[in-house]
């Protein structure tokens, strides 16, 4: 399988800061890209696709994606106490996921 | 269907037999993924389908797992003599279709193996 790497974590920031979340990948070709959040015992739901160079923001949300790097990130700015979960990086039509990074976000 | 449906949500049986999970994707998504998750792991690819063809088929582990989608809908991913490293949570997905820009997941809730 194609790599996918994230750090692991666990990733804890205080409320209302800005968590930084990365993943880097080894398939150049693949030109889709995305963010899953997972809450524990549950599946994943997206929060963010990405398909181009550069930033994407949604909200309080903003992906990063610079293919050259082989990088794709992920800014949650304002953090909440309801933002800690799994957070994963999904790459190419197969979605190659990583491992994922837990965050907890302190009150 | 409203969402992805998987069944049976919890299975149990006993190392060496025969398991079939099932998953029914959103109507009119004609691409389907099935994954595996371990504990702490994020989900393994296994395989996925577009239509009624496996379009990749690569990360299935060995051949005592097969998946099949006869009709292009549901699918059933097949598990012979099961091991107990056969334990895990199976997830599908399903898209839209493969390769658009739109092509995002959405994950049914998983049907949680355990072999002892």
């Known amino acids: 399988q194609k790599e996918v790497e994230q750090n692991s974590g666990p990733l804890s920031v205080p409320e209302g800061a800005i968590a930084s979340l990365n993943c880097t990948y080894s398939d150049r070709v693949s030109q889709s890209f995305f963010w899953y959040r997972q809450y524990s015992g549950k599946s994943p739901e997206l929060i963010m696709s990405i398909y181009s160079n550069g930033d994407k923001e949604d909200g309080r949300f903003t992906a990063q994606l610079n293919k050259a790097s082989q990088y794709v990130s992920l800014l949650i700015r304002d953090s909440q106490p309801s933002d800690s979960a799994t957070y994963l990086c999904?790459?190419?039509?197969?979605?190659?996921f990583g491992t994922g990074t837990s965050l907890t976000v302190i009150p | 269907g409203a969402g992805v449906s998987q069944t049976p949500s919890n299975k149990v049986t006993e190392k060496g037999k025969y398991v079939e999970l099932r998953c029914d994707p959103i109507?009119?998504?004609?691409?389907l993924y099935w994954y595996r998750q371990s504990l702490g792991q994020g989900p393994e690819f296994l395989i996925y389908?577009?239509?009624?063809?496996?379009?990749?088929d690569s990360g299935l582990p060995n051949d005592r797992f097969f998946a099949v989608r006869p009709e292009g809908s549901v699918s059933t991913l097949k598990i012979q003599r099961t091991e107990r490293g056969d334990s895990a949570v199976y997830l599908c997905?399903?898209?839209?279709?493969?390769?658009?820009?739109?092509?995002?997941?959405?994950f049914g809730a998983g049907s949680r193996l355990t072999v002892l």
């Open positions: 109507s009119g998504h004609t691409a």
């Open positions: 999904a790459v190419g039509n197969q979605f190659y």
């Open positions: 389908f577009q239509g009624t063809g496996a379009a990749d």
């Open positions: 997905a399903s898209s839209l279709r493969l390769g658009s820009g739109a092509n995002v997941l959405t």
